[in-house]
């Protein structure tokens, strides 16, 4: 463990904080793919997690979306324990990674109804909202097989914010996406934490990072070689 | 959303990507079909060999092609994640099997009213009066038989190239004992070709749909508890 990373572990779990791991393990088989990963975000910031790749930072980020259970240590999201089957992390958290999650067969209405009703939460002003914003609006009614692959992107990030995550957790949201569409995304994420919201930011691009995050760590290997931006135990 | 209300909502959505695909229904009934084709061939017009054969091949043609529409039916969810995006929602993943078991059941059953009517024409079975007993036995060995597949298909479309042989190899011994009653049921309607009386005496209509249906709720009930630990996992 570095010296950076155990002056870093959180004395108390919960309180002000969205997000609260205590020496978090990963292992796939004999594979140590997360090691002892401590580490607090406050509410309403944003924290980058940069890594090469498999340096173990999209793991980071399932585990924080309760898609995958660590292998050791604890910890809360939203003051719910983290672990896979819990419904209040999954219901109060939005998650964009590599596969969209979309019904090809579908067009995109379609598909945000779905899931919008399966969050409980079908609201077609938002929807639209969110649509135009993303610049899908007019394309809503085509079928998702027709999207390039930067479409298919917007409309993951659509889909992750049709319930109003209180987490919003990006796992290299920025590749396939046009200037425009992160230029989007990076307003996004801006407004998104001045509404008092949580962003776990996954990149290996520093210096978007560094653009938008009020916080940052970099893992390798599985550890956390270093921290950017943390005061007292917490990000900034 | 309460139970009910997603178990409905997630049914709807699995048959508008069936309406637009087009795809599990179509190749289950084009499989079965092609099976008692080749039945019908190969009795060559001998009416004592094709109400002999004719019963095994009805059988055989549902619980093959069944192998199929699973393995399809769950495949489907794999594709672009889809599955991992049910995961993630806040939703009891219980219902979820239970919708698909659903779902999957109503393209068995489509595919089963679809044979029968061919198996009726080839085999000149122009018995109308068994016709809804027969439906019965179709439909709650059909239940069984989705509820147990659906099952072992979320353990093996993971693996790789889509794990449709372990299905077929696990599913069958574990449905034994359903076509074993679906066989005896059978008797009763085909006469005592079906299974050559080896089984025992025919059995009741009423007596084989209550035990496969109490399997059928084991099979269900052990599938509604076990399928989310297996997704999670």
Known sequence: ?236 | MNGPALFFALIRWDFLRELRRKEIVLNMSLFAVLMLTIAQLGTSGDSVAMKNVGPVFFWMAIVFTGTVGLGQSFAAEREGGRLTGIQLAPIDLGVFYLAKVAATWVYMMLMSIALLGVYMLFFNFMRWDLIPSLLCAIGVFTLGYSGAGIILSSMTTALRGGGEIVLRILILPLMVPVILLTLMASEATFGEQVAGGILGPPLALWKYTLTVLSLDAIYLTTGYLVFPKIIEE
């Not at chain 1, 607090?40 to 940069?50: M, P």
């Open chain 1, 1 to 236: 463990m570095s010296e950076l990373h155990s002056k870093h572990t959180p004395a108390t779990l919960g309180g002000s904080q969205a997000v609260c791991l205590q020496k978090i393990s990963k292992s796939f088989g004999f594979r140590n793919v997360l090691s002892d990963v401590s580490l607090e975000v406050r509410h309403g910031t944003c924290l980058a997690v940069y890594g090469h790749n498999g340096a173990g930072k999209s793991t980071l980020a399932r585990i924080v979306s309760t898609q995958w259970a660590p292998s050791s240590g604890s910890g809360e999201v939203l003051g719910h324990s983290i672990g896979p089957g819990n419904r209040e992390i999954r219901a109060a958290s939005g998650w964009v990674g590599d596969q969209s999650f979309l019904r090809t067969e579908l067009n995109l209405e379609e598909n945000l109804l779905f899931f919008s009703s399966l969050y409980g939460a079908v609201d077609a002003e938002h929807s639209r909202a969110l649509l135009e914003k993303f610049g899908l609006y007019t394309r809503r009614k085509d079928p998702v097989s027709t999207y390039s692959q930067g479409m298919i992107k917007r409309a993951n990030l659509i889909r992750s914010l049709l319930h109003h995550p209180e987490l919003w957790i990006l796992d290299e949201p920025f590749g396939g996406l046009d200037q425009e569409g992160q230029a989007l995304l990076k307003e996004c994420i801006r407004d998104y934490t001045s509404r008092g919201r949580t962003v776990l930011l996954v990149t290996h691009h520093r210096e978007i990072g560094e653009e938008l995050a009020s916080a940052s760590i970099e893992i390798q290997n599985g550890f956390i070689v270093d921290e950017v931006g943390f005061d007292g135990g917490g990000a900034a």
